[in-house]
């Protein structure tokens, strides 16, 4: 199959390695010529351009732009799309590109797969990163089921774990798991750095080990990545965040009270919660 690649850093660069190792053709797209030509390089890809023209014998292509870019880049597209070519993408919001993107190309999967690292480009690409990762595809009653099938089929392809969803369930799942948690550590990060007393600050800094590079990891991600979260999922972050300061405000409760018998509760249901989200 001929799979094209919208954008070639890590997300689209990783996934240029595992499909074509699988077999696939695969065709990149990226505004830098040096990118292609690294990427060509690295062997992400058989051939890459800076032109959409080279996506014309493309049977699937992903969209691994940033999520601001997505819906303008399928306008480009399309003038060089085969009429059958299915698009998805691997935006984590899902519902505000889905309404922008399915009416200007019926074939689109809306598409997430959970996989990342802290750094970001071409270099940093990585064989195997969405295996066992969650892959989230998000059809609408309106999304053809061959486009579905296929894109489904392209992600356990690559040894991810697939979940299927509404993308309205996608938005506000992502927003607890990975969006307010993006808030949560750059305002923990934001509320370090008002210490008045400078060499406090400082002995906090030379202090700090593995909880706090732990808590405040996701808040020192691409700042881009985090203001596309909020601007696109808006509604649900909200929701999230009123939420994550309701709790904040119990637990700031149990101290000034004293409440040493309350505090431990919540504390043990929240060590009872945690490895229903994660395992260590």
């Given at each position: 199959?001929?799979?094209?690649?919208?954008?070639?850093?890590?997300?689209?660069?990783?996934?240029?390695?595992?499909?074509?190792?699988?077999?696939?053709?695969?065709?990149?797209?990226?505004?830098?010529?040096?990118?292609?030509?690294?990427?060509?390089?690295?062997?992400?890809?058989?051939?890459?351009?800076?032109?959409?023209?080279?996506?014309?014998?493309?049977?699937?292509?992903?969209?691994?732009?940033?999520?601001?870019?997505?819906?303008?880049?399928?306008?480009?597209?399309?003038?060089?799309?085969?009429?059958?070519?299915?698009?998805?993408?691997?935006?984590?919001?899902?519902?505000?590109?889905?309404?922008?993107?399915?009416?200007?190309?019926?074939?689109?999967?809306?598409?997430?797969p959970m996989a990342g690292k802290a750094e970001s480009g071409i270099e940093v690409a990585e064989f195997g990163l969405f295996a066992n990762r969650p892959y989230v595809i998000t059809p609408t009653k309106n999304t053809p089921p061959t486009a579905v099938l296929m894109v489904e089929e392209m992600a356990r392809s690559l040894n991810a774990n697939v979940f299927r969803c509404d993308p309205e369930e996608h938005d506000r799942a992502v927003a607890w798991i990975s969006h307010l948690p993006a808030m949560a550590s750059a305002s923990l990060v934001a509320a370090c750095m008002r210490e008045t007393n400078w060499d406090v600050l400082k002995l906090a800094q030379n202090l700090a080990s593995s909880g706090f590079r732990d808590t405040s990891r996701v808040g020192g991600g691409n700042p881009e990545l985090g203001l596309m979260m909020a601007k696109y999922n808006r509604g649900e972050l909200l929701r999230s965040l009123l939420s994550y300061r309701d709790c904040l405000d119990e637990f700031i409760g149990r101290i000034e009270n004293e409440d040493w018998d309350g505090l431990f509760e919540d504390l043990q249901d929240t060590n009872h919660a945690r490895p229903l989200f994660v395992k260590d």
């Open positions: 199959m001929n799979i094209g690649i919208v954008g070639l850093g890590l997300i689209g660069g990783s996934m240029g390695l595992d499909l074509k190792a699988l077999g696939h053709q695969v065709l990149g797209v990226s505004r830098r010529e040096s990118t292609c030509k690294r990427a060509i390089e690295l062997g992400v890809v058989d051939r890459a351009f800076v032109d959409f023209s080279l996506l014309s014998a493309a049977d699937l292509v992903v969209v691994c732009t940033p999520i601001g870019a997505i819906a303008p880049t399928v306008q480009q597209l399309i003038p060089h799309l085969s009429s059958d070519a299915i698009l998805t993408d691997v935006g984590s919001v899902k519902g505000a590109i889905i309404e922008q993107v399915s009416l200007l190309w019926p074939n689109f999967v809306g598409g997430h």
